[in-house]
């Protein structure tokens, strides 16, 4: 006899409690969570609404979740609203029914709603878990590509990560600052509005993220190149274990230990670069001195200039984008 299975909005208040364990069942061997991290991961940031995730039900317990971003940052320039799904999770004994297949429609359906056009799978939003597909989730590759998603194995991104114990700033990066005339360190608190406004002429894409750095008042990880005649050339963001965002580069403390930090959306003026300003250098000597053990740098293919400071593969993604009509 069938069961009949229900998908409907995820009520953090009623549903928490049976997430977890869900995630551990159908996840946990490669990536083991914590209540707190995906707490934190999913709701409890601005930018949640309450029916952006959805669940399966079925014999009165959650079998199935979907979990959507949206991108809602305030007061940018207009363009094609973003969005993503975060991920999909079935519970090993109820896998192949069909509920992954109905999770996912209903997340799209919900997320054209939103109005949402440019849509990305795993990465994006202020808050994720992954860049893409974990590629040590095949099932996961085959699942997406059924559903109609653009896959190419040989399109990866990967994760890196350095444990910044033993780390030290090479002295010739310091020469080479003095030499340029030019100072890396964290920004001071009158100083940022000068630093989004540096994010909105050269990368906006990573703009509103300094505007949500900004409001929690973590101004002291933004991490600044300062030419003493151009100003701002350069910045980073620094995240810690006492960071006020969670974002990707922090989430994964269930492998990479309660001190992990991380880098993020490194960034040098155009005209600038090829002056060996170093700010990934100087930016993992900060966080070692702020305590951070294991460094994380999410989402980037540029493997071998991370490299030359020690950094290492740790995890490679399958990436897809598409478009909702």
């Known amino acids: 006899m069938s069961v009949k299975v229900q998908i409907r909005p995820y009520n953090p208040n009623l549903d928490t409690a049976a997430l977890l364990p869900l995630w551990q069942a159908a996840l946990g061997d490669a990536w083991p ?28 317990r959650i079998v199935g979740f979907v979990g959507t971003q949206v991108d809602r940052w305030e007061g940018l320039p207009d363009q094609k609203r973003g969005g993503g799904i975060s991920v999909v999770v079935v519970h090993p004994d109820w896998q192949r029914r069909g509920i992954g297949t109905r999770l996912h429609e209903a997340a799209l359906a919900q997320l054209r709603c939103e109005g949402v056009q440019e849509l990305r799978l795993g990465g994006g939003g202020a808050y994720r878990f992954w860049p893409g597909i974990p590629t040590d989730i095949p099932e996961a590759y085959e699942f997406f590509a059924a559903c109609g998603w653009p896959l190419d194995p040989e399109q990866r991104s990967c994760d890196l990560v350095r444990d910044l114990a033993d780390y030290h700033t090479p002295s010739a990066m310091h020469a080479r600052l003095a030499q340029e005339n030019v100072s890396v360190r964290p920004a001071r608190q009158d100083e940022v509005d000068d630093v989004l406004a540096f994010e909105f002429e050269h990368f906006p894409g990573w703009a509103a993220g300094f505007v949500y750095m900004a409001e929690l008042g973590d101004f002291q990880n933004m991490l600044v190149a300062l030419d003493a005649e151009k100003g701002i050339v350069g910045t980073l963001m620094l995240h810690t274990p006492s960071s006020r965002w969670l974002t990707a580069n922090i989430t994964w403390k269930t492998l990479l230990d309660n001190a992990l930090g991380g880098i993020s959306a490194v960034g040098v003026a155009a005209r600038e670069r090829g002056r060996g300003i170093g700010m990934v250098a100087v930016g993992s000597e900060v966080l070692r001195e702020r305590g951070v053990g294991n460094c994380h740098i999410d989402w980037t293919r540029i493997v071998d200039f991370y490299g030359k400071l020690g950094y290492t593969v740790w995890r490679e993604y399958w990436m897809s984008t598409r478009t909702l009509a």
Not at 33 to 60: I, K, P, W
């Open 33 to 60: 969570m914590r209540a707190d991290l995906l707490r934190r991961q999913l709701t409890e940031h601005r930018f949640y609404r309450g029916d952006d995730h959805l669940v399966a039900v079925a014999d009165g």
